[in-house]
């Protein structure tokens, strides 16, 4: 990419949760600073807080849209804060890192709608697949794999991640039902994203696959899975509307009261039920001797604490995602850890 470009390049990651985006959003960035290029970010977040965004440099400029999916609820702020962006930080590229609940066919409705008064160029959909959970969401099917088909289906770059974790041939069938869902886009096979450098050269240079059409049929499909709902007390559009493929995903924010035990609050992510496949949030332990704050990442069983020292005010505060768990169950456990002495 050349900074004296006329149009400014926008790269969609999608992927469902706990697939990789962050990671992969992160490896984007050093790559865009290295070759002395400014790049900007929209994050969205089911929850009404932004965590994935504390891994961001705080100097890569960053629009936040909270409690809602870009598809959904906020599908029209997609629009403005793309242009504000813009106007305010003149990057020379911006990456949009969707909720894993995201439908791709309608962020790309809320991207190409900005192009009428800004000067942006959607350039790649970039799909990050987790590996073992695809191929176990295919044996049980439900929504949620139908979501994982539509995230690989409009990709223009797809990434097999966590194939280290694959083992025999259960690559071959995971590539096989990528390949099967998108006959197009290139894969690439990656543990924690770590994609080669002739791969982010080609998406830094702005020739990251052209995005494929997406055909009329496709679109009035996606079109036809919306239907009436009420989305909760984090939902403030007129019209209540979610795609059946998402329809099942929901999330809860707790902010905690103080500091915790670490060895409880371990145990206590262990004991999530299995409906509960993502949690991430800022932790203070009561335990430990400088009361350190950590940012943890779960999913799916495997949990991560990366010590951390935010900058400006960072509540601590507790994120979980998935489906049709017991809101009252968790909340009652987060209770009892905070009470404890």
């Not at 009428?116 to 799909?127: R, V």
């Not at 079109?223 to 939902?235: A, E, I, L, R």
């Not at 992510?269 to 203070?284: C, E, I, M, Q, S």
């Amino acid at each position: 990419m050349h900074k004296d470009k006329q149009t400014i390049d926008v790269h969609i990651l999608t992927g469902f949760l706990g697939s990789g985006k962050t990671t992969l959003l992160t490896r984007l960035l050093q790559s865009y600073e290295s070759q002395g290029l400014k790049a900007a970010v929209v994050m969205n977040e089911l929850g009404d807080v932004n965590l994935d965004g504390l891994a961001v440099e705080s100097d890569v400029p960053m629009a936040e849209l909270l409690g809602g999916c870009i598809c959904c609820s906020i599908r029209g702020d997609l629009s403005m804060e793309l242009k504000l962006l813009i106007d305010q930080h003149m990057p020379d590229v911006v990456i949009i890192e969707a909720t894993g609940a995201a439908n791709p066919f309608e962020m790309i409705d809320g991207v190409t709608e900005t192009s009428l008064y800004a000067p942006i160029e959607l350039k790649s959909i970039i799909a990050v697949v987790d590996g073992p959970e695809l191929l176990a969401r295919s044996r049980s099917g439900g929504q949620t794999f139908k979501l994982m088909k539509e995230q690989i289906r409009c990709a223009s770059q797809l990434l097999l991640n966590k194939v280290d974790r694959l083992e025999g041939d259960e690559r071959m069938q995971a590539e096989q039902l990528m390949r099967e869902t998108n006959g197009y886009a290139p894969i690439a096979a990656t543990v924690r994203c770590a994609v080669d450098e002739q791969w982010l050269e080609a998406i830094v240079d702005g020739d990251g696959g052209a995005v494929r059409a997406v055909s009329d049929e496709e679109v009035a499909h996606s079109h036809s899975q919306q239907h009436s709902h009420d989305c909760g007390p984090n939902c403030e559009h007129e019209h209540h509307h979610v795609h059946e493929s998402h329809a099942h995903v929901m999330s809860l924010t707790h902010f905690l009261t103080g500091p915790v035990d670490s060895h409880a609050f371990e145990a206590f992510l262990r004991a999530l039920p299995d409906n509960v496949y993502r949690a991430k949030g800022v932790v203070t332990f009561s335990d430990s001797e400088t009361a350190s704050r950590f940012l943890f990442q779960y999913a799916y069983k495997e949990t991560d604490f990366i010590r951390i020292n935010p900058q400006g005010k960072v509540n601590d505060v507790a994120v979980f995602i998935g489906e049709h768990f017991s809101r009252e169950a968790v909340l009652r456990e987060l209770h009892a850890l905070e009470q404890m002495k």
